[in-house]
């Protein structure tokens, strides 16, 4: 195997470091400075603790609707194609072209009191903004395309030939999902998911702004980590980012180590 150019490693080592790496190192330096014993008084303090929890509970809502609609609307665009799911397929990457803060503005002024629809649910005493349900809103808007940009080019890959033969051999199309599809999609799902659950447990604009950062009420880890900042209890803040970096490693060292074990697998039954 033809080895790459040495100055090309280094650059892209080079700028890895200075983008990334130097950066985490800091955070993690900042977090631990005093000790791990101030690190798990930090943790145990009552405003994080209800936002790790608020943050947990959004991810547990937002994720595993998004991975629904992000299978099922790629099962759509790719073996039922037409010029509505053209379309569809174009809008799906909205979220990744508007700010987030104009994603919160934007449900702010449809979802409020005052928007189109909020007088409305106001009325049949439901609230979207400044609660729960606005949270999840904002997150699932802003993580909606992560799943069908990695399932999408995928299915386009495989082709339908595996389950056009399974259907012809009697199987039903809930089988053939399951034992072929699901299959086939299994790693782009996964990082797909992966993918989702850090934007949502990072999302700071968007929800900012539906949320109404109240503390100990519709405040998430991010938005508990910049008023720590905002407040000048940097301690605190680094803590946060910290919980909040290990989360997004811990899991891309679970799909890494999952991921060779299958290829190891594969090889071994080939």
């Known amino acids: 195997m033809k080895r790459s150019p040495v100055a090309l490693r280094i650059v892209v080592l080079c700028y890895i470091g200075v ?14 400075i005093h000790g791990f014993g101030a690190f798990w008084a930090a943790l145990r303090d009552q405003q994080m603790d209800h936002a790790i929890l608020l943050t947990a ?18 099962l759509w665009i790719v073996r ?23 994603v919160g503005l934007v449900l702010e002024l449809v979802y409020a009191q005052g928007g189109w ?9 439901w609230q979207v903004m400044f609660s729960f349900p606005g949270i999840v809103m904002a997150s699932i808007f802003v993580s909606l395309p992560l799943v069908s940009r990695q399932v999408i080019p995928l299915l386009r890959e495989l082709g339908d030939h595996q ?3 399974a259907s012809t051999l009697g199987a ?32 700071y604009g968007a929800v900012l702004i539906v949320s109404g950062n109240i503390a100990l009420v519709t405040q998430t880890l ?15 803040g680094f ?14 060292l679970i799909l890494g180590v999952a991921r060779h074990r299958e290829r190891k697998r594969n090889e071994y039954l080939a």
């Open 19 to 32: 983008l990334i790496g130097v950066p985490l190192i800091f955070v993690f330096q900042q977090a631990f």
């Open 57 to 74: 509970l959004v991810a547990l809502v937002a994720v595993p609707l998004n991975v629904l609609f992000g299978v099922g609307a790629s």
């Open 80 to 102: 039922h194609p037409s010029r509505f799911t053209r379309v569809l397929d174009t809008i799906i990457d909205v979220p990744l072209a508007i700010s987030p803060i104009i």
């Open 117 to 125: 629809f909020g007088s409305l649910l106001a009325k049949l005493g």
């Open 163 to 165: 389950e056009q033969t």
């Open 172 to 203: 039903s199309p809930l089988r053939i999902f399951f034992t072929i599809t699901l299959r086939s999609i299994t790693w782009a799902t996964a990082y797909g998911v992966s993918l989702t659950l850090a934007r949502v447990i990072g999302e």
């Open 222 to 236: 991010t938005l508990d980590i910049g008023a720590n900042f905002d407040n000048f209890n940097n301690y605190q």
């Open 239 to 252: 803590v946060g980012a910290v919980l909040l970096a290990m989360a997004s490693i811990v899991l891309l």
